[in-house]
Nanobody
Framework: VQLQASGGGLVQAGGSLRLSCAASGGTFSRYTMGWFRQAPGKEREFVAV?????????KYADSAKGRFTISRDNAKNTVSLQMNSLKPEDTAVYYC???????????????????WGQGTLVTVSS
């Protein structure tokens, strides 16, 4: 499956952005889809994930809880990340990732994902 992330940009602290990831070339509904981010000089970290196959398991990093919302539209082969109340520490390149066979306990582990989008830069100014 090919993934294309979009929606990044420059926003002031407290603002909102909506990231989208369009998938093609696979049976999207079967894929667990995650969002990860990587800030300069830091390792890639988990942000949010939503399972496939109608199970709708959703997990968030503690830093995202209450501010970010992940959702998917299997009819449109897209997964989105609505980010509200953005903080300067949310500045990073955001990546969407997908995989067909991830157990629930590994959904937050970026090493478990076979497919990655190219990343979209989110910059939050103070």
């Amino acid at each position: 499956v090919q993934l294309q992330a979009s929606g990044g940009g420059l926003v002031q602290a407290g603002g909102s952005l909506r990231l989208s990831c369009a998938a093609s070339g696979g049976t999207f509904s079967r894929y667990t889809m995650g969002w990860f981010r990587q800030a300069p000089g830091k390792e890639r970290e988990f942000v949010a994930v939503i399972s496939g196959l109608g199970r709708s398991t959703i997990k968030y990093a503690d830093s995202a809880k209450g501010r970010f919302t992940i959702s998917r539209d299997n009819a449109k082969n897209t997964v989105s990340l609505q980010m509200n109340s953005l903080k300067p520490e949310d500045t990073a390149v955001y990546y969407c990732a997908g995989d067909r066979s991830i157990i629930v306990g590994q959904m937050t582990n970026p090493n478990q994902y076979d497919y990655w989008g190219q990343g979209t830069l989110v910059t939050v100014s103070s």
